[in-house]
């Protein structure tokens, strides 16, 4: 099921905005005209036996060590394209949703995305943004909230 209607059979309000094509969350954040920090991007890990959902703002990156310890595992690997393919035949590489939900994985948020009042994030192609409420965002992926990220 695609991210769009999954939040409408939750009756989740959001509102979608079409760009051109971005391949990176930054990108996304520059097509929006907002700061990377508002936007959120979803990286793919391996812990342990299971994959996770990494979900931080555009203007960092994922520190593996902090997902491991936030997941309760001892070490988070990232996941490659063959993987990401199989999890998600229904996106395009690199614009993966954030709901973890929508695919039985565990979700885990970065303390500075939980910090704003929206999230903003691509969900299966490159040339749209949804915009959402992110207590409704949390509301229905009951995530992690942890520093698993640093500032590039």
């Known amino acids: 099921m ?7 059979q939750h ?4 509102s979608t905005h079409e760009h051109l094509p971005a391949y990176t969350a930054q990108e996304v954040a520059a097509e ?12 793919v890990v391996r812990a342990g036996e299971q994959y996770a959902l990494c979900v931080l703002p555009a203007s960092f990156k994922l520190d593996l ?8 595992v001892r070490e988070a690997l990232l996941a490659d394209e063959t993987e990401m ?22 979700t885990v948020v970065d303390e ?6 929206e999230i903003i994030f691509q969900a299966e192609t490159h040339r749209q943004a ?15 909230v942890a520093d698993i990220a640093v500032h590039l």
Do not use: C
């Open 2 to 8: 695609k991210t769009d209607q999954f939040l409408k």
């Open 11 to 14: 009756g989740i309000p959001f």
């Open 32 to 43: 929006e005209h907002i700061s990377g920090n508002r936007v959120a991007k979803t990286v």
């Open 65 to 72: 060590e902090k997902v491991a310890q936030a997941l309760g």
């Open 85 to 106: 393919a199989k999890l998600f035949p229904d996106a395009e590489v690199g614009a993966e949703s954030p709901l973890g939900v929508l695919y039985d994985l565990p």
């Open 112 to 117: 500075r995305l939980a910090g704003h009042d």
């Open 130 to 144: 949804i915009h959402m409420k992110f207590d409704d965002y949390s509301r229905l992926t009951d995530p992690i």
